[in-house]
């Protein structure tokens, strides 16, 4: 039976400091809530001196939750950055959205946007700093291409983790999004995909996340403290309208409609999200550019340290 500490409507109103890069202490924790009434935990941290004079806003991807970045955090305030992460609707600290709290979903794409602009809303509320950077990974990069291309957020740069734009795990994308497309109009938007169940977790064993063991053990030493921190599966209603965004992402006008800086970090054999939807989207923009990792896994932040060496050289050259 899975262990709930809390109701499937609330929010958590603390961190959890577990696993081998525990997330700092002394944040400032909340919950807020957005315009259609979600509760969403946040936390941010303010570096000591020297200060950068910038807030870099975590954007997390699908499953994770802010205790997963508790070794990039750290690494943002060593730089003198102010940071603010948050977890998604439906996910980690956050309001679920269904009675079963294992099950990954959203009634909609666009619901993350508000999730977004309510964290950006309390941004400015607690902190003074005007420049903000996003630090997007996965879903997250996702979710802040779509808002920049709408025009509905502002930043002053923006740096992208193996940015979902398209999938490489799916054989056939197009075939999965009309099933999801058919199965939801049906009336199953919140059942789970097909094979889909209630375990949050994978073998170490050619896992498609890291290539580093420590790293990729963190989330299950952390779900140990706190087990409703955790989703698993997709339902047939999130992949339906992820994939509704995707397929705007894939079009050359959404890239074009973006001049706000941004740098796409991947590798090109991700077995997650597929680099060359990203090389795509990058050859369309104002102002983009991509480095390719070779050998990295999908969750690049979580990899061995030559890579993350790698990753964090260009992080600083495009934001010094």
Known sequence: MIQKTRLPQEARADLVHAGPFPVPF????????????????????????????????????RTEFMERYGETIGLLLARGFDVMAFDWRGQ???QRLLPNFRKGHVESFDDYGRDLEAILSVAA??????????????????ILLNELSKGHIKIERGILSAPMIGLSMIR???????????????????SYVPGGND???????????????VRFGISRMIVA???????ASPTIGWVKTSFDAMTRLQDPRTAQSIST?????AGPE???????ATERFVANLQNGKLLKLEDAEHEILLERDALRHQFWQAFDEFVS
């Open 225 to 231: 403290e706190a087990a409703d921190l955790a989703i």
């Open 26 to 61: 002394g944040a400032q924790i909340g919950v807020t809530h957005t315009v259609d009434g979600v509760a969403l935990r946040y936390a941010c941290w303010r570096a000591e001196a020297p200060r950068r004079e910038a807030l870099v806003l975590i954007l997390q991807g």
């Open 172 to 190: 056939a994308p197009r075939v999965a999004h009309l099933f999801a497309n058919v199965f939801s109009a049906l009336g199953f938007r919140g």
């Open 261 to 265: 800086p941004l740098l796409f970090v």
């Open 270 to 276: 991700d077995r997650v999200t597929d680099t060359e």
């Open 92 to 94: 980690g600290g956050s």
């Open 199 to 213: 375990n949050p977790f994978m073998n170490f064993e050619d896992n498609p996340l890291t290539s580093d063991p």
């Open 125 to 142: 509320q607690i902190s003074s700093l005007k420049t903000r950077y996003a630090l997007a990974h996965s879903m997250g990069g996702a």
